[in-house]
């Protein structure tokens, strides 16, 4: 892959890390989250490819 592909792939994944980290947190500071797991899912597409990932999994509340 060129390295072109490689940087703007890397940027994308950066910014969807750093903006849902974000949301999780204001998400979380807002509700009573002690003691709780909440199932989480992130769902990717990407127009004009035939691409949907789904990764899955869970976060612990805030003690």
Same mark, same amino acid.
């Given at each position: &892959?060129?390295? @072109?592909?490689? &940087?703007? &792939?890397? +940027?994308? /994944? +950066?910014?969807?890390?750093? =903006?849902? #980290? #974000? *949301?999780?947190? %204001? *998400?979380?500071?807002? *509700?009573? =989250?002690?003691? +709780? =797991?909440?199932? *989480?899912? &992130?769902? /990717?597409?990407? %127009?004009? /490819? @035939? /691409?949907?990932?789904?990764?899955?999994?869970?976060?612990?509340? #805030? %003690?």
């Amino acid at each position: &892959m060129s390295e @072109d592909f490689n &940087m703007s &792939m890397r +940027k994308f /994944l +950066k910014q969807v890390g750093v =903006t849902s #980290q #974000q *949301a999780i947190e %204001d *998400a979380m500071r807002d *509700a009573e =989250t002690s003691g +709780k =797991t909440f199932d *989480a899912k &992130m769902v /990717l597409t990407i %127009d004009g /490819l @035939d /691409l949907e990932h789904v990764v899955t999994g869970s976060i612990k509340g #805030q %003690d």
